[in-house]
C-alpha cells in the first residue's frame, strides 16, 4: 500500500494541467461542503461525477430529477432472502452528495456510484456476529460511511478519532461543531477560481491525521477504499481527466495514494456476497440526527437545512421561523422579540469571536428574549425546528416490491399520508371510510409494519370509536419489504401471516389474542383456521388461569363483530365452552394459593365477572344461562374456608354490586370473617378482596354505616403484635381510595359509629360537620353580604340580598 502521498498543491498543479481526477472531500449532510461542491462542479465542469454509495443505485440516480422526488431520502438495499438485513444511505437537500446527483442530471452528465457494493456489505455484516441489527445497517452503511467523518480504528479497543474534534481543538475550539460552522459553513462559496481551495485544505488535514493517527487499522476501510481506487481507474480510462470524485473528507488520501491494481484486487479476493434489491426510500431529518444513532449523523439537520436554503440573512429568517412556532402553540412573541433576539445573538457572536452567529448563540438568544430563560418551550423549538420532522418524498416509479405499492395504493385511496411528525386519528367505524383506515391499520400492526398504535379515545367510549397515534418511520420500509414473503397485497399477506402465527402459537392466551386482532383486521379467510386452532388449544388446555386468562379478550371481539359486522357465531360457541371450563375448573383452582397466587387469581376472577357480563344473559348452545352459573361458582367461592381470604372477599363483593346479595347478607359473612377466631392476616385479606381494587369499595364503606363500623371495629380490636402485619395490605387497600373518599372516611370513623353517613336523608343535615344543618345559618350568610354586593355592583338593602341568598342555598 506504500507509494508517495502528493501534496495539495502538487496536486492543484497537477490538475491544472489536465491530470488526475478532481478529489472532492466533503462532510456528509453539511451545508458549507454541498455549497462547496456545487461551486466546485460548476468550475471544473467534469465529464463524469462519481459518488460514494453503493453501485448497486446507479440505475436509480435518474429518479433523482423526479419532480415528486423531494428530500430527505435515502438509498435503501436489502437481501433478498433475507429482507431484514438491510442498509440505508440518506441524503438530504443539503448532503453534498444530493448536490452532486442533482448537477449531474441538471448538465447531462454521467454520475456513478463507486463504493463497495451493497452485495458485499450486507452479506459481510451476516458474517460479522450482531454486526447487522435487524431492520437497520450494518456498521458502515447508513450511510455507507459511518467511518468517514470519524476516522479509522486507533488501537485494539476499536476507538474511532473524530477528525473534526481533532482540528477544532488544534485550532483552539472546544467544540467541533462550532469550529466547522466558523470555518465552512459561514465561509462562503469564494471567489471565481478559488472553488477547490478549501477541498486542497482539507485534503492536507486529512492526510496529516492519517499519517498521525494511522489508515490501516480498519480492515472494512482499507477494503472500502481499494474498491473504490479501482473505480476511479477504471473511469479514468473511460473519460480520461474529466473525473471528479464526491467522497468522505477521510478518504481522499486513500484514493490519493498511488497503489498497484494487483494490490486492491487482492483486498477484494474472496468477499462473501448475497444478493440485494435497491430502491429509494423516503427519509427524515430526525433520522438524520446522530441522537437517532446514526454513526455519520448531525446534531442540527433542521439548522443545517435551513442555511443551506436560505438565500440571505439567515439568522433574520431563522429567528421568524421560531417565532411562527412559539406563536403557534399560543406564546406571545412579538416582531420586536424577533428583532431583539436578532441583535442579540449578532452581539454574542461578537463577544465570542465568530464571523455570524450559529446556532449556540441564535438559541441563547431565543431562550432569552422569545422563551423568557425557560428551556420547557426551548426543547419545543430544538425539536420541531433544529432537528425537524421533515419527511421526503419518493415518486410512485422508484422500484417498490408489490405490497409496497398496494400499500401506497391504499394510503391514497383512503387519504392516510404517512407523515413523520406524531398525529393522533379518531375513527367512527360507522363511517365506512373510518371503518377501512381501522382495517388497514389493524392489518399492518398484525404485518409487524407499526405505522399506528391505538391510543385511549379521549371521546366516547363505545366499540364504535378507536383512536389511533400515527407516526411514519423510515425503518417501516424494511418492515414492508419483509412482509412482502407472506403476499403482493396487504390483504393476502396478512391472511397468510395469521394463519401461520396461529399454527406456531404457543399458548392458549397467543391464540385467543390472535383471534381478537384477526376480527379487528376483519381477515374472513384466516379466521376459520384461527378459530379452529383456539377450539383444539382450548380443548386441551387444563390450566384454569390460561383460560380465564384467555375468555376476556373472546368476548371483546364478540363485540367488536357487533359494530363491523363480522359473523361470530363460532367464535360464541367457543367462549361459551371455555366459560363452562372455567366455572367446573375455578373452586378448586383456588384453594391452598400463597399471597401471589391468591391476587393473581383474584384478577382472574374480575376478568371472568366482566367477560361473562359482556356475554350478557343469552343462553349458549348447551350451556344454559352464563349468568345464572356464574353465580353459582361465585357463591362457592364465598363459603369455602380453603379459598384465600382476598378471593371470598371480591366474591362477596361482586355479588352484592349485581344484587344477588341482600346487604345484611354482606354485612353478616363480613362480621363472620371480623371476628376474634379469625386470624388477622386472613382477615385483612378478606377486607382487601372486599373493598380493594380500586373497585369502588370506599364508597361502599362512605355510605353503609353497619359495614363501616364492622371494619372500624375490627381494626381497633386487632392485636398489637398482629397489626404490623396486617398493616401492608390495609395501607394497599385503603392507599388506592380517591383522595376525597379517604377525607371523608376518616371524618366519619373521627365522628363515630352511630353519627350518620352518606344515607341521612337529604336535607336534614349531617350532625358533626361545621357548615351543614337543617336550616339556614344566618349568621354566617350576613358576613359575606358585602363582598356579594361589591362583586354584583348592587345598592340593595341587606335584607333583599339576604333573601335572594336564601332562595338560592335553600
Not at 6 to 29: C, I
Not at 170 to 175: L, M, R
Not at 671 to 680: A, E, I, K, N, Y
Request: net charge negative; proline share 7%.
Amino acid at each position: 500500500m506504500g507509494g508517495r502521498q502528493v501534496t495539495g498543491v502538487e496536486e492543484s498543479v497537477g490538475r491544472a494541467a489536465g491530470a488526475g481526477p478532481v478529489l472532492l472531500g466533503v462532510r456528509h449532510h453539511g451545508p458549507g461542503s454541498a455549497r462547496a461542491v456545487r461551486a466546485a462542479l460548476e468550475e471544473t465542469r467534469p465529464r463524469i461525477v462519481l459518488i460514494e454509495g453503493p453501485p448497486e443505485a446507479d440505475a436509480l440516480i435518474p429518479l433523482a430529477a423526479d419532480e415528486e422526488m423531494r428530500p430527505p431520502v435515502a438509498l435503501l438495499a436489502h437481501a433478498v432472502d433475507e429482507p431484514g438485513r438491510s442498509a440505508f444511505w440518506p441524503l438530504a437537500e443539503f448532503s453534498p452528495e444530493w448536490v452532486a446527483i442533482r448537477w449531474a442530471l441538471e448538465h447531462d452528465v454521467p454520475a456513478r456510484f463507486i463504493d463497495l457494493p451493497a452485495t458485499h456489505t450486507l452479506a459481510w455484516g451476516r458474517q460479522e456476529d450482531g454486526a447487522g441489527v435487524e431492520g437497520k445497517s450494518p456498521p458502515d452503511a447508513e450511510t455507507a460511511d459511518n467511518e468517514g467523518d470519524y476516522g479509522p480504528a486507533s488501537g485494539p479497543a476499536d476507538v474511532r478519532i473524530d477528525p473534526l474534534g481533532v482540528l477544532a481543538e488544534t485550532a483552539g475550539y472546544d467544540d467541533p461543531e462550532r469550529w466547522w460552522e466558523d470555518v465552512v459553513e459561514h465561509r462562503g462559496v469564494g471567489k471565481k477560481g478559488e472553488a477547490l481551495a478549501p477541498f486542497t485544505a482539507i485534503e492536507e488535514a486529512m492526510g496529516a491525521l492519517r499519517e498521525t493517527y494511522g489508515s490501516e487499522g480498519h480492515d472494512r476501510d482499507l477494503v472500502r477504499e481499494a474498491y473504490m481506487r479501482l473505480q476511479v481507474r477504471a473511469t479514468q480510462r473511460e473519460f480520461e481527466d474529466g473525473v471528479a470524485v464526491v467522497c468522505g473528507a477521510w478518504h481522499v488520501p486513500a484514493l490519493r495514494r498511488k497503489t498497484t491494481v494487483v494490490a486492491d484486487k487482492a483486498l477484494l479476493k474472496g468477499l462473501p456476497k448475497v444478493k440485494t434489491d435497491m430502491t429509494w426510500v423516503p427519509w427524515t431529518h430526525r433520522r438524520l440526527s446522530r441522537n437517532s444513532g446514526y454513526g455519520a449523523g448531525i446534531d442540527s439537520p433542521g439548522w443545517y437545512g435551513h442555511l443551506f436554503s436560505a438565500p440571505d440573512r439567515p439568522v433574520e429568517r431563522w429567528m421568524t421561523k421560531v417565532a411562527g412556532l412559539l406563536r403557534a402553540e399560543d406564546r406571545f412573541v412579538s416582531s420586536a422579540h424577533v428583532i431583539e433576539a436578532v441583535r442579540l445573538a449578532e452581539t454574542l457572536a461578537a463577544m465570542r469571536g465568530r464571523p455570524l452567529p450559529g446556532l449556540s448563540e441564535t438559541t441563547d438568544a431565543v431562550r432569552a428574549v422569545m422563551c423568557e430563560g425557560s428551556d420547557v418551550p426551548l426543547a419545543l423549538v430544538r425539536d420541531r425546528l433544529v432537528v425537524g420532522d421533515v419527511l421526503g418524498e419518493v415518486p410512485p416509479t422508484a422500484p417498490a416490491v408489490p405490497l409496497q405499492r398496494d400499500l401506497a395504493r391504499l394510503q391514497r385511496r383512503l387519504r392516510l399520508k404517512p407523515e413523520a411528525l406524531e398525529r393522533e386519528v379518531e375513527l367512527d367505524l360507522r363511517k365506512e371510510t373510518d371503518a377501512a383506515r381501522s382495517r388497514l391499520l389493524h392489518r399492518l400492526r398484525l404485518l409487524g409494519i407499526a405505522w399506528g398504535e391505538p391510543a385511549a379515545s379521549r371521546g366516547s367510549t363505545g366499540t364504535f370509536r378507536e383512536s389511533w397515534r400515527l407516526r411514519w418511520e423510515p425503518e417501516l420500509s424494511v418492515r414492508v419489504a419483509e412482509a412482502g414473503v407472506w403476499g403482493t397485497t396487504v390483504l393476502s399477506a396478512v391472511t397468510a401471516k395469521a394463519e401461520a402465527d396461529a399454527v406456531a402459537a404457543q399458548g392458549l392466551a397467543d391464540v385467543t389474542a390472535l383471534a381478537e386482532r384477526c376480527l379487528l383486521a376483519e381477515l374472513p379467510e384466516a379466521l376459520p383456521t384461527v378459530m379452529r386452532l383456539l377450539a383444539d388449544r382450548a380443548a386441551l388446555d387444563t390450566d384454569v388461569g390460561q383460560l380465564a386468562q384467555a375468555l376476556p379478550a373472546l368476548v371483546r371481539s364478540l363485540r367488536y363483530g357487533d359494530v363491523r359486522g363480522t359473523d361470530t357465531g363460532a367464535l360464541g360457541e367457543v367462549a361459551a365452552g371455555l366459560a363452562e371450563r372455567v366455572f367446573v375448573g375455578l373452586p378448586p383452582a383456588c384453594a391452598a394459593l400463597d399471597a401471589d397466587g391468591a391476587e393473581e387469581m383474584r384478577r382472574h376472577v374480575d376478568a371472568v365477572h366482566g367477560a361473562v357480563g359482556l356475554l350478557g344473559d343469552a343462553p349458549a348452545a348447551g350451556q344454559g344461562n352464563l349468568s345464572a352459573r356464574w353465580q353459582a361458582v361465585l357463591r362457592v367461592l364465598c363459603g369455602r374456608d380453603t379459598v384465600p381470604g382476598v378471593i371470598r372477599g371480591r366474591a362477596v363483593r361482586l355479588l352484592l354490586d349485581d344484587g344477588e346479595l341482600a346487604q345484611d347478607e354482606a354485612a353478616r359473612l363480613m362480621g363472620l370473617v371480623l371476628s376474634p377466631g379469625t386470624p388477622p392476616a386472613d382477615a385483612a385479606a378478606w377486607i382487601e378482596g372486599f373493598v380493594g381494587g380500586g373497585s369502588g369499595g370506599g364508597m361502599l364503606l362512605v355510605h353503609d354505616d353497619r359495614l363501616l363500623g364492622l371494619v372500624d371495629a375490627w381494626l381497633t380490636g386487632v392485636p398489637v403484635e398482629a397489626f404490623t402485619d396486617v398493616l401492608p395490605l390495609l395501607r394497599r387497600t385503603f392507599s388506592a381510595y380517591e383522595p376525597g373518599v379517604r377525607r371523608t372516611l376518616g371524618e366519619l370513623v373521627r365522628r363515630g359509629p352511630g353519627a350518620g353517613s352518606g344515607a341521612t336523608g337529604a336535607g336534614s343535615g349531617i350532625p358533626g360537620i361545621p357548615g351543614f344543618a337543617a336550616e339556614l345559618d344566618t349568621v354566617r350568610a350576613d358576613a359575606v353580604l358585602p363582598v356579594v354586593r361589591l362583586l354584583l355592583g348592587l345598592d340593595e338593602g341587606e335584607e333583599h340580598i339576604r333573601n335572594n341568598l336564601v332562595g338560592v342555598t335553600g
